[in-house]
């Protein structure tokens, strides 16, 4: 059970971050996410054939902590009011958007444990909203990394000086496997836990 809350979770939570890339994007002149209707909470939508079903699954085979996401909402930087500035906030709606959640799913456990502590099927919510946080918060760590394709690069790409974003983007090509080896070899984990480990009990009111 607790392996279909963390899918059904992860899978809202990656949909709403694609969602909100394309809203910003809309909202400063894109519509190319509208255009192809992805400005919807509708999953299939937004599946990822590797993202959204099979390395969940093979996470959850090997009892691995179920981590994935949702197909990547396109965006045309050329039809944006401003590329760089607008590129930025694009960028940052997705974390942004699973930061909410997450804030979202603390008032509310904040909430059930001071006026519903022990009716059962508040405390059934209150465990789905942990997930919520957990997973939001993973997932706006993870694409603030600044490696290629994630959010964070394009956040970097765009504030560093034009000769220096060039090479940058040189880094695209080998990103995914870069990606890949941190998970595999738990450095990634390593590098966020901490980080993840605060927000999570930040947020959940545990410290």
Known sequence: MKYFIAIVVLLFSAIVHEVAHGFVAYKRGDTTARDLGRLTLNPISHIDILGTIIIPLCLMLVSGPIFGWAKPVPVNMLRLKNIKKDMIYVSLAGVTANFILAIIAGILMA???????????????????QYVIV???????????????????????????????????????????????????????????????????FLSGTI
Request: hydrophobic content about 60%; proline content about 7%.
């Open 111 to 129: 909430l059930l444990r001071n006026f519903a502590p022990q009716i059962q099927v508040f405390v059934s919510i209150y465990i789905i909203l």
């Open 135 to 201: 997973i939001n918060v993973v997932l706006l760590i993870f694409n603030l990394i600044p490696i290629p394709p994630l959010d964070g690069s394009r956040v970097v790409l765009f504030l560093l000086p034009q000769e220096l974003a060039r090479k940058y983007t040189k880094i695209e090509r080998y990103g995914f496997w870069l990606i890949l080896i941190l998970l595999v070899t738990n450095i990634l984990w390593e590098i966020m836990g901490p980080i993840a480990n605060f927000l999570i009990k």
